[in-house]
Nanobody, 115 residues
Framework: QVQVVESGGGLVQPGGSLRLSCVFS????????GDWYRQFPGKQREWVAS???????IYDDSVKGRFTISRDNAKNTVSLQMNNLKPEDTAVYYC?????????WGKGTLVTVSS
C-alpha cells in the first residue's frame, strides 16, 4: 500500500523556521509531482507550493520568498523549508504526491506559529 507520511511540524515563534518533509513509499518517485497544501481551522484546504519532475517550482503569493519546496529523489522525499513564519501560517500542512494521474495524500502535520 502506497503511503505518504509528513513530518517536521511543531510550535515555532514568529520569525522562526521549520522544515517539513514528506516521504513517499511508492516507486518511480523521480517522475512524480509533489505539492504542499495547508488547511486553516474551519477553512478548506488550499494549495501552497508544487515541484515537478524537472524540479520546476511554483508558489502561492502568500508564501513566495519565505517558503522553498525541494525534492530528493534518492530518498523519495519532498520538503518544504519555511522561513520568517507568521502567525497566519498556522495550519495543518498536507503533502500530495501525483503519480500517473493518481494522487496520494498524507495525514498532515500541524504547524503552530505563536509567541
Amino acid at each position: 500500500q502506497v503511503q505518504v507520511v509528513e513530518s517536521g511540524g511543531g510550535l515555532v515563534q514568529p520569525g522562526g523556521s521549520l522544515r517539513l518533509s514528506c516521504v513517499f513509499s511508492g516507486s518511480f518517485f523521480s517522475g512524480v509531482v509533489g505539492d504542499w497544501y495547508r488547511q486553516f481551522p474551519g477553512k478548506q484546504r488550499e494549495w501552497v507550493a508544487s515541484i515537478d519532475s524537472n524540479e520546476s517550482t511554483i508558489y502561492d503569493d502568500s508564501v513566495k520568498g519565505r517558503f522553498t519546496i525541494s525534492r530528493d529523489n534518492a530518498k523519495n522525499t519532498v520538503s518544504l523549508q519555511m522561513n520568517n513564519l507568521k502567525p497566519e501560517d498556522t495550519a495543518v500542512y498536507y503533502c500530495r504526491i501525483v503519480k500517473s494521474a493518481r494522487e496520494y495524500w498524507g495525514k498532515g502535520t500541524l504547524v503552530t506559529v505563536s509567541s
